[in-house]
């Protein structure tokens, strides 16, 4: 019969298929595709554009909790006051001393404070602005936004908080 053996239900009871059925040209885009190789989404090339949204999403996340964060220290201080030595604040909306900014560093200690033990937190604090820890810890906030999905990283980060916070008490 011409067709390779397959019988058509439409040819063997006479019923016109002209203009029942578009015609589809031998360039179609279906002719070009091996028959089996219809992966997820169609295709395994778009798994390497899903993994990079999922990355994006990520980092967009992160991104704005580390912004929420630094606003929330930023309202902390905002009525913080000015003490009689350089650079250092004093502030009743924080509970423990820390150091804020890049450029010029300063040192924020709660109100509430232990007189006697003032010049040491004072001396640790100076010694985290000596090292630039604040920008070194701001590098590992960076890398730990764009490689968040390495479990490594954050322990990273997290033991490199510690170091630094024990040298600076010895």
């Known amino acids: 019969?011409?067709?390779?053996?397959?019988?058509?239900?439409?040819?063997?009871?006479?019923?016109?298929?002209?203009?029942?059925?578009?015609?589809?040209?031998?360039?179609?885009?279906?002719?070009?595709?091996?028959?089996?190789?219809?992966?997820?989404?169609?295709?395994?090339?778009?798994?390497?554009?899903?993994?990079?949204?999922?990355?994006?999403?990520?980092?967009?996340?992160?991104?704005?909790?580390?912004?929420?964060?630094?606003?929330?220290v930023r309202c902390s201080v905002r009525f913080a006051v000015k003490t009689d030595e350089p650079d250092v604040w004093e502030s009743d909306q924080i509970q423990s001393p820390f150091v804020r900014g890049l450029f010029r560093a300063r040192i924020y200690l709660p109100s509430s404070a232990n007189p006697e033990h003032r010049r040491y937190i004072l001396l640790h604090e100076r010694y985290h602005i000596h090292r630039k820890d604040n920008f070194i810890l701001l590098l590992a906030q960076i890398l730990v936004i764009l490689l968040w999905f390495h479990p490594l990283i954050w322990l990273a980060r997290e033991l490199m908080r510690r170091d630094m916070e024990i040298s600076c008490d010895e």
């Open 1 to 72: 019969n011409g067709n390779g053996g397959l019988q058509s239900p439409l040819l063997e009871q006479n019923i016109p298929t002209s203009g029942v059925f578009p015609e589809i040209p031998e360039h179609s885009f279906c002719t070009n595709i091996p028959a089996g190789n219809m992966g997820f989404a169609g295709s395994a090339a778009f798994l390497p554009a899903i993994f990079i949204l999922i990355w994006l999403a990520g980092v967009f996340f992160l991104t704005i909790l580390a912004i929420r964060a630094a606003l929330k």
